[in-house]
């Protein structure tokens, strides 16, 4: 079972930034897709960014040109930058690991925007 391990939420004002990392241990990182995700008080879990084992981007309407994706294999970590951040992107973080059907979860990380 590889293990997922969130860091860099925090609070901040906004109009500021965030990165959040995604370090993975325990399987062969390189060849699986990554996403962030995030769940809102009384909300659904979303998807926010997507990033495949080929390096592909995708995102959430509601994050485009303001958050970005990337992953560094040689370091098995992922990472969202996060910019301009308002207080609609107040949530708990997750990043996803996913491949075919199988798919592991990070334990998540708060990031909370103040107005």
């Known amino acids: 079972q590889p293990q997922l391990v969130e860091s860099g939420g925090g609070l901040v004002q906004a109009g500021g930034s965030l990165r959040l990392s995604c370090t993975v241990s325990?399987?062969?990182?390189?060849?699986?897709?990554m996403g962030w995700y995030r769940q809102a008080p009384g909300k659904q879990r979303e998807l926010v960014a997507l990033?495949?084992?080929?390096?592909?981007?995708n995102y959430a309407d509601s994050v485009k040109g303001r958050f970005i994706i990337s992953r560094d294999n040689a370091k098995n970590t992922a990472y969202l930058e996060m910019n301009g951040l308002n207080p609609d992107d107040t949530a708990v973080y997750y990043c996803?690991?996913?491949?075919?059907?199988?798919?592991?979860w990070g334990q998540g990380t708060q990031v909370t925007v103040s107005s």
């Open positions: 990033i495949s084992q080929s390096g592909n981007r």
């Open positions: 996803n690991l996913h491949r075919t059907s199988t798919e592991y």
């Open positions: 325990g399987i062969i990182f390189s060849v699986w897709h």
